[in-house]
């Protein structure tokens, strides 16, 4: 039997004062995350037709059960980030057209690649996960607690539960496709993929959001992942940011390093994501969800908040 819980978490975006920029003291971390919201639905709605596709497949009944539990959470990050998305949408309806972008493009790869691809996708970009999230989650205090809770919160239970299911997608591609190096095919395709995406969303955003509410911290994003995309981000963070406003202010360089080793280690031969180094927070959310459910959509308000401190 998996281990995997589902939860059903219900966040507060009813009414029309959800913020584009949730953090303003770390605008390029706000804006990383609105890029998140955006890229969750259509993503996770890839990742659910593809292991549905997959589980008449499967012949351990482990990885079945395991399989089954991992798309009914991916079901419900992208139910909540979809939520997000119409709260903001409210504001700036033109953001709909930007999310129904971003599903369109997924659903072209649904329809026109093999159920082995796809798989292998899902199993590229969910391995980076672990050690991406895990600086954000070491540093939960300077990134999340300053912003508004109820985006903070829906972004702390996503990132704890991609941890959680950090192995799920690899174990669907090895029970239907097990070759490393197909998968490693995949990774060109996946890159030329998010490429579109970043395109997609960072159009979208300085389009449809007027620079006084902050369409213009679009530029923190990269328009894409070619080189002059990625100068143009940094030196919009250096611009338009400000001092200890970037993304990763504050974090030592040896976690940086760490973070980009493990992403690399992520896509290597035989890497096994059950024993990646993980985030003592996500424990922490776990056993306080489990103690009181009502916390996780608010999670500075309701229980005990931080890291744990009474």
């Not at 969750?40 to 009944?61: H, N, Q, S």
């Not at 798989?119 to 600086?135: C, D, H, R, S």
């Not at 919160?153 to 959680?164: A, G």
């Not at 902050?214 to 001092?243: E, N, V, Y």
Request: hydrophobic share 45%; with cysteine.
């Amino acid at each position: 039997m998996t281990e995997l819980q589902v939860r059903r978490v219900r966040f507060d975006f009813a009414g029309d004062d959800v913020p584009f920029v949730w953090h303003p003291t770390r605008p390029a971390f706000a804006m990383q995350c609105n890029l998140i919201s955006f890229f969750a639905p259509g993503f996770e709605k890839f990742i659910v037709d593809a292991t549905r596709e997959a589980i008449p497949l499967i012949r351990d009944r482990a990885v079945v059960d395991e399989a089954t539990a991992y798309l009914r959470q991916e079901a419900q990050h992208s139910a909540a980030h979809a939520s997000h998305i119409r709260a903001l949408a409210r504001r700036w309806p033109g953001l709909r057209q930007t999310a129904n972008e971003v599903t369109a493009s997924f659903d072209r790869l649904t329809a026109t690649n093999p159920l082995a691809w796809r798989l292998g996708y899902t199993a590229v970009v969910e391995a980076t996960f672990t050690p991406y999230f895990k600086v954000f989650l070491d540093h939960e205090d300077k990134l999340f607690a300053p912003g508004d809770e109820r985006v903070a919160s829906l972004f702390l239970w996503h990132f704890v539960e991609e941890i959680e299911h950090r192995s799920s997608a690899l174990r669907v591609y090895d029970a239907v496709h097990d070759s490393y190096p197909y998968r490693v095919k995949t990774i060109a395709g996946v890159i030329r993929h998010i490429d579109e995406i970043l395109h997609i969303i960072t159009s979208g955003f300085r389009t449809h959001v007027p620079e006084a509410d902050g369409g213009d911290l679009a530029a923190l994003i990269p328009d894409g992942l070619s080189p002059r995309a990625l100068r143009a981000a940094q030196r919009a963070a250096r611009d338009l940011a400000g001092p200890g406003q970037a993304t990763y202010a504050g974090v030592p360089r040896r976690e940086l390093l760490a973070m980009i080793v493990g992403l690399v280690r992520s896509q290597a031969p035989h890497h096994d994501p059950t024993f990646e180094d993980l985030p003592p927070f996500a424990d922490h959310w776990f056993e306080r969800f489990d103690a009181e459910p009502r916390s996780a959509a608010r999670w500075y308000t309701v229980g005990v908040g931080g890291r744990g401190e009474p």
